[in-house]
């Protein structure tokens, strides 16, 4: 299986990515993930994405691309990989199509996930980061535990108090 979810931010893409993984075995490359992993471990690559995402921009498509073949030169995506949000944008799905013909790969399959705007800025809106771990919840849908510290992207905060705020709203 060699897949690209393609849909905007919070369409669900990394949802039906790890549905899709565990089905057929193959990995998940989210360009997301990654680079809040190198961000994280403070790698030079990390450092670089870090002075753009923290002031809200993209990395830019030379970073991502070299990334993304860094990563799809692994032994686990020889048998087949999903990507999640790459390519985003013309450059990006260029410098993956002459990836894939040095690979001798062909993608299979590409699907774009299409999702109401209204729906969107609720599942941007309630999602909250722990920024201990790293993991990623959803207020909503998939609250995290009571001991979170949570990153709203402006702010960090403890777990209990937002879900009192919320809980009193229903």
């Given at each position: 299986m060699r897949l690209v979810l393609m849909g905007p931010p919070a369409s669900g893409k990394g949802t039906q990515a790890k549905f899709l993984v565990?089905?057929?075995g193959v990995p998940q490359v989210s360009t997301g993930d990654m680079l809040r992993a190198a961000r994280a471990a403070g790698t030079q690559l990390g450092k670089e994405a870090d002075s753009f995402m923290s002031q809200g921009k993209l990395v830019p498509d030379a970073v991502v691309i070299g990334l993304v073949e860094e990563r799809l030169g692994l032994?686990?995506?020889?048998?087949?990989?999903?990507l999640d949000g790459?390519?985003?944008?013309v450059p990006q799905a260029e410098a993956l199509d002459a990836l894939l013909g040095r690979l001798r790969t062909p993608l299979e399959h590409i699907v774009q996930i299409d999702v109401p705007r209204e729906l969107l800025m609720e599942r941007a809106t309630l999602r909250r980061t722990d920024v201990r771990t790293g993991q990623i919840y959803h207020l909503k849908y998939s609250p995290p535990p009571s001991d979170a510290v949570l990153n709203t992207g402006t702010t960090t905060e403890?777990?209990?108090s937002k879900r009192a705020s919320i809980s009193t709203r229903r």
């Open positions: 565990d089905h057929y032994s686990d995506a020889k048998k087949g990989f999903i790459f390519p985003r944008t403890r777990t209990r």
